[in-house]
């Protein structure tokens, strides 16, 4: 058994497994958003220009299919490593299956393309959910540092990500699709060599399961997991070959249907049959909101990789002087304005609880909610503009991704705090396995949504962005008008008066 690092002396006055994790989150987070700024650009141009030419409605739909996957595959990643694997071989044998999908999207083929993509799902399933819990583990529950250490580590993960867009980025644009492609796998191959020079640093944390399972049971689970892989493969190899046709859009459709059940029976299950008392119950409904808040946060959020990013392409003039600004730059802005703003925002709320009355989760929610709305705001305006013909300044795009990034800034963190304070003790862990399916959710609507997006009907096009921002507005009004917010304020004032008793 592992025991929390107490030393000082590893990184930034952190204990010395954090540069571990740092570097491999870097470099993977780097080969992840480099090559999925790529996806819907790849897939929708045509098969002259090197690309798959599939409709922006099928590419979005794929899109929305893919990220939604990776946080899916969270879930079991998650699993396989408390029971049967432990973290670090989680994070390695991940790191490796990341590596070899993008090695796969590097080659010139619709086969590779999506044989990369499912490699690329359940690689990161495995590393994402386990790098992330590590960080944790090498703290004690005492140590101050906890908060400081993860906010190093998501700088890492901001700094990989602007690497990503940059060098993915240039390539795509002067090189060709598959050296981009290939430019991700490297950045993950640098990622899986930082982290088995400096794993001795992590000193045993997650080494091991830490709820091992009988043998039996390890039995069991692995022919489980053959058999899904085996499965997967064969429907795989059925699409592939045409033996079995399928419509992306339809698969979307059904799998944002699925995952909203099983959203709802997870949580029902925890309201109607965990015994909860009533306080618990109430605490449960405000989560149920912090919930719906993020699933439409995240579906109007991820137009980045989609909508935006073929407005970027498309409808954005991004010449300066003699210079064409790669496409992919674009998404870029919102790691540097979280770089830049993080530090802000984290005095802010703290300024703001010294001099004011400290603003409540449903107060940070409801302003995430609309400073994103306002974002595609903004784009609708920019939209009309391309509608009429023109080539719209990229000031637009970058005022879009700022405020985008406040939102996020103002709603993610908030969220993740309100499900730790309000979830049951007992069912902590399930309850952040449920909120992650949020994400899911969102990413699948975010697809949908962005598949109407046509640019053989570009008067059409700021009617999604209108259609956007008025989907944010009306749950942002449900939000606020719900009396469940009252119980979030009153389990905040019942901390504050305990703090300061």
Not at 214 to 239: M, N, R, Y
Not at 395 to 417: D, I, K, Q
Not at 429 to 439: A, C, I, N, P, R
Request: charged fraction near 10%.
């Amino acid at each position: 058994m592992s025991t929390p690092q107490a030393g000082s002396d590893g990184f930034f006055g952190h204990p010395s497994g954090l540069k571990t994790l740092f570097f491999t989150e870097m470099w993977e987070r780097m080969s992840y958003y480099g090559m999925r700024m790529l996806l819907v650009l790849f897939m929708t141009a045509t098969l002259q220009e090197g690309g798959l030419g599939l409709t922006v409605a099928s590419a979005a739909a794929i899109y929305g299919l893919y990220t939604a996957s990776v946080y899916f595959m969270g879930l079991p990643g998650g699993w396989i490593s408390d029971r049967l694997i432990g973290g670090q071989k989680a994070v390695w044998y991940g790191g490796i299956i990341i590596m070899i999908g993008h090695i796969v999207l590097a080659i010139p083929s619709e086969y590779s393309f999506f044989i990369g993509l499912i490699l690329v799902i359940l690689g990161t399933g495995l590393l994402k959910p386990n790098i992330g819990a590590m960080v944790g583990m090498m703290y004690s529950d005492e140590d101050k540092r906890r908060d400081s250490g993860y906010a190093i580590y998501y700088m890492g993960i901001n700094i990989g990500s602007i690497i990503g867009y940059i060098v993915c980025g240039y390539l795509m644009e002067n090189q060709g699709w598959h050296y981009a492609f290939g430019a991700a796998a490297v950045g993950m191959a640098i990622g899986l060599i930082a982290y088995k020079k400096t794993l001795p640093d992590l000193n045993g944390v997650a080494e091991k399961p830490a709820n091992p399972m009988t043998p039996k049971g390890q039995k069991i689970s692995w022919s489980v997991i053959v058999a899904f892989l085996v499965v997967l493969t064969i429907t795989a190899g059925l699409v592939m070959t045409g033996t079995v046709v399928v419509d992306p859009i339809t698969i979307a459709e059904y799998v944002a249907v699925g995952f909203t059940l099983i959203f709802v029976l997870y949580y029902a299950a925890i309201f109607f049959l965990g015994e909860l008392n009533g306080s618990e119950k109430k605490r449960l409904l405000a989560l149920l909101l912090v919930c719906i808040a993020s699933a439409c946060f995240w579906s109007g959020f991820e137009q980045a990789g989609s909508s935006l990013n073929l407005f970027a392409r498309d409808y954005t003039d991004r010449m300066i002087g003699s210079f064409e600004v790669p496409t992919g730059w674009f998404q870029s802005l919102n790691s540097f304005f979280i770089i830049l703003l993080s530090p802000f925002f984290a005095a802010l709320w703290i300024n703001i609880g010294k001099r004011f009355v400290s603003p409540g989760y449903g107060i940070k929610a409801a302003f995430g909610l609309i400073i994103m709305g306002s974002g595609f705001i903004v784009m609708f305006f920019a939209a009309q503009y391309a509608a009429a013909g023109m080539k719209v300044a990229p000031y637009w795009l970058v005022a879009v991704y700022f405020l985008h990034t406040v939102g996020e800034l103002c709603l993610s963190p908030v969220a993740l705090s309100a499900v730790s304070k309000l979830a049951p003790r007992r069912f902590a862990g399930q309850m952040m396995g449920v909120f992650v399916l949020t994400y899911s959710i969102g990413n699948i609507i975010s697809g949908l949504l962005a598949g109407n997006f046509d640019p053989n009907n570009v008067e059409q096009i700021p009617n999604l962005y209108a259609q956007i921002t008025v989907f944010s507005i009306v749950i942002l009004l449900i939000s606020l008008k719900s009396r469940f917010w009252e119980t979030v304020t009153e389990e905040e004032n019942k901390e504050k008066a305990a703090a300061n008793a």
